[in-house]
Nanobody, 122 residues
């Protein structure tokens, strides 16, 4: 599975941004998709995950109520809509894919994109 993220950028606190991740190389509807982020000097952390059908989602506490993960299996794309952004959301955001069915929190994803930078200024 090959993954390519896009949509990152620089914006002010309180703004919104939508990240996209295009997948190829496998049947997209067979994989659970996740978003992760890594801030400078910090470990990579789980942000959100979505099931194969899109019916089940899971979010990190830090982003609940502000971020929404979604997917379009007809376009082989997963999205992360980020609202009410805060400076602490600044990080490189990665999408990832794994075969399975659960959206529990794990970083055991074998397939990763190259990342897209999101910078939120105060």
């Amino acid at each position: 599975v090959q993954l390519v993220e896009s949509g990152g950028g620089l914006l002010q606190a309180g703004g919104s941004l939508r990240l996209s991740c295009a997948a190829s190389g496998s049947t997209f509807s067979n994989v659970v998709m996740g978003w992760f982020r890594q801030a400078p000097g910090k470990a990579r952390e789980f942000v959100a995950a979505i099931s194969r059908s899109g019916n089940n989602k899971n979010y990190a506490d830090a982003v609940k109520g502000r971020f929404t993960i979604s997917r379009d299996n007809t376009k082989n794309t997963v999205y992360l809509q980020m609202n009410s952004l805060k400076p602490e959301d600044t990080a490189v955001y990665y999408c990832a894919a794994r075969y399975g069915s659960s959206v529990f929190v794990t970083d055991d994803y074998p397939y990763w994109g190259q990342g897209t930078q999101v910078t939120v200024s105060s």
